[in-house]
């Protein structure tokens, strides 16, 4: 590695659009390079120069994807910053793939509830498990990262391949079970970026490509803290649903007509851009389901994330745009946005495209309950979505090859 900013930072994981965007501008010098080259090193939770760490920020698109690799094009050449445009892509991809392949969330969300109620009757598993969760495993590092993770609210992208391998191949656990702890108390958790990742390190998404952590890697990338022993020598891959053929799935391209009201989630909080299309905004609302994430909620950091993030955004409608704005119960969602739309006499709500997820099903029982009122549901994709969705097909490799032209298709010229 070479050697790392000297400035210490530690990351405030403020559910802000502007501390999203401090959070940009202070590692934007870092980019190019120095992110190339240091990218991999978990240094613990005091000391995260070397990556980004947007994610919670870009999850709920406070802050844009297109924001963050303007930045990097701002203060680097394509080139020059290649893996780290690379790396804001792999959430394109791994989104893409999965509104391709609908199935494979709804074959994790079968098997997951049935070792998740395997855990009652089965003693070993429930304490193989509880011991994982709650960092008593033995195993250096592993028990840090599982503390860190729902103390935190996020993890170093090496540690989670780490930690997934671990669970995987060492434990012995289902993948299913360790994608859910993830999914519960990561504020970046997300549907598809979550599932597929378990689902490679497993050799279920590239077929047969697993991911084996060893005791030496570790040890170089976290600087020596860790040293684990007992880890597992190899990694046969998983059995289990095979990926289904890719679909394109038929994207809505509606506009928002007469009186609108727009509704914000956890898929998309960017105002000033959803706003930005609608002639007659009249309103805003919006609504976050954290405890969607699993059948036992979400985690403290995650939750707090995403209802600070939904406070943040309807504040800043109020302030800056002069709308009423009303926080929606999510436990009568469908209801509460109906009696919302009516009250303001609204023909359109408009939201920003919920792929597959938790939220998916929502807005779907939405759109039937307004229609019944002549209120359509208008959802909007972004280009950048509609751009790079095409090409996650395959592997990340196709996709990969077409970043500096939808780069350019969006007016970023490299």
């Not at 860790?226 to 994207?251: C, I, K, T, V």
């Not at 909080?269 to 994430?293: N, Q, Y």
């Not at 469908?334 to 359109?348: G, H, P, R, S, Y």
């Not at 509609?386 to 500096?404: M, S």
Request: net charge neutral.
């Amino acid at each position: 590695m070479t050697e790392l900013f000297t400035d210490t930072h530690t990351v405030s994981f403020r559910p802000t659009r502007k501390a999203g965007l401090e959070q940009l501008e202070h590692f934007a010098p870092r980019m190019g390079r120095h992110y190339a080259q240091n990218r991999n090193a978990d240094l613990g939770s005091g000391e995260r120069t070397n990556v980004s760490a947007l994610s919670p920020w870009i999850r709920t698109r406070l802050v844009l994807e297109e924001e963050v690799a303007r930045k990097a094009l701002d203060g680097f050449s394509y080139a020059s910053a290649e893996k780290f445009h690379q790396e804001i892509c792999w959430r394109a991809y791994f989104k893409g793939w999965m509104e391709h392949r609908p199935s494979v969330w709804q074959a994790y969300l079968e098997r997951r509830d049935e070792h998740l109620s395997a855990l009652v009757g089965n003693a070993g598993l429930r304490k193989a498990y509880d011991e994982a969760v709650s960092g008593r495993t033995g195993i250096a590092g592993f028990d840090n990262w599982a503390r860190e993770l729902v103390e935190t609210g996020y993890l170093h992208n090496h540690a989670r391949m780490w930690f997934a391998s671990i669970w995987i191949f060492t434990l012995k656990l289902p993948w299913e079970l360790g994608a859910d702890f993830f999914l519960k108390h990561l504020m970046d958790g997300d549907p598809a970026s979550n599932t597929l990742s378990w689902r490679w390190v497993g050799g279920l998404h590239t077929r047969g490509k697993t991911y084996l952590a060893r005791k030496d890697n570790i040890e170089k990338y976290t600087d020596g803290r860790f040293s684990p022993s007992g880890l597992a020598q190899d990694a046969p891959p998983l059995e289990g649903f095979e990926n289904p053929s890719p679909r394109w799935p038929d994207l809505p391209a509606g506009k928002a007509e007469g009186r609108t009201g727009l509704l914000l989630t956890e898929e998309d909080m960017h105002l000033a851009s959803l706003a930005s299309g609608i002639e007659d905004l009249v309103a805003v609302a919006g609504c976050v389901f954290p405890d969607a994430r699993s059948p036992s909620g979400a985690g403290e950091a995650a939750k707090r994330f995403a209802k600070g993030a939904l406070d943040d955004v309807l504040r800043r409608a109020m302030e800056r745009m002069a709308l009423p704005a009303r926080k929606l119960s999510a436990d009568d969602f469908v209801q509460a946005t109906v009696e919302w739309a009516l009250e303001a006499k609204m023909d359109t709500v408009a939201t920003g495209y919920a792929p597959v997820g938790w939220v998916r099903p929502k807005l779907n029982a939405l759109k039937d309950a307004l229609s019944e009122h002549d209120i359509q549901l208008v959802e909007i994709v972004r280009d950048w979505d509609r751009l790079f969705w095409p090409h996650a097909t395959k592997g990340f490799f196709p996709l990969k090859k077409q970043i500096p032209e939808v780069f350019a298709e969006l007016g970023m010229p490299v």
